[in-house]
């Protein structure tokens, strides 16, 4: 157990060489300098992507979107061609659905 725990640091040694948390960073840095009406369209990983793709950016294909807990049985038939997928909830809290 030693050796797995001593691959990691403390949030302290971070802070001394520079390194910021989440909450730090999004507190100083993306709130600070970003225009808080436009947060709705960051804030969704599928809207993100399709800002992104009108812009002219690369971006991974979309294999589909599970719209509501009951488009859940509809997984299997989405990814039955695909050798390796990810799921991703569009916004952070929507992971509680998958627990």
Do not use: C
Not at 17 to 42: A, D, E, Q, T, W
Request: aromatic share 10%; net charge positive; proline share 5%.
């Amino acid at each position: 157990m030693q050796s797995f725990l001593s691959r990691f640091t403390s949030p302290w040694k971070l802070r001394q060489r520079g390194i910021m948390g989440m909450n730090k960073r999004n507190h100083s840095y993306i709130g600070r300098y970003n225009n808080r009406s436009l947060y709705p369209l960051v804030d969704d990983k599928l809207k993100t992507k399709l800002i992104a793709q009108q812009a002219g950016a690369t971006v991974p294909e979309l294999i589909g979107v599970i719209g509501s807990q009951v488009d859940v049985k509809t997984i299997h038939d989405m990814v039955k061609d695909w050798p390796g997928f990810v799921i991703k909830p569009a916004q952070a809290q929507a992971v509680k659905a998958f627990w």
